[in-house]
């Protein structure tokens, strides 16, 4: 079993910042992908940011320049660090993990999901 942990959400104003955090844990040997995606209500689930265990990193167009995606290998961790919060931002962030496990299979992971929402 893996499970994937975020924490970091909350309101924020137009303009502010917040950073999400997503921990894994579990019957891990490796991960590869580690990732951010969100779902704003009546939207399909989209991807804001990813990075690989390598360092390569993809993101929405919407966010480049405001978002910086993060990892710490060593804690199986991934960050969200986001500045210059729009309402458009508002929204449930996912993290997702490519996972190696320990029984020498490969799956893709959520974690439940933290509300993000940006409002005056």
Avoid at 2 to 16: H, I, T
Avoid at 28 to 46: E, L, N, S, T
Avoid at 62 to 68: I, L, N, P
Avoid at 87 to 115: I, K, R, S
């Amino acid at each position: 079993q893996v499970q994937l942990v975020e924490s970091g959400g909350g309101l924020v104003q137009p303009g502010g910042s917040l950073r999400l955090s997503c921990a894994a844990s579990g019957s891990i040997f490796g991960i590869g992908a580690m990732g951010w995606y969100r779902q704003a209500p009546g939207k399909q689930r989209d991807l804001v940011a990813v990075r690989t265990s390598g360092g390569i990193t993809n993101y929405a167009d919407s966010v480049k320049g405001r978002f910086t995606i993060s990892r710490d290998n060593a804690k199986n961790t991934v960050y969200l660090q986001m500045i210059s919060l729009k309402p458009e931002d508002t929204a449930v962030y996912y993290c997702n993990a490519h996972v190696h496990t320990t029984l020498a299979t490969w799956g893709y992971y959520w974690g439940q999901g933290t509300q993000v929402t940006v409002s005056s």
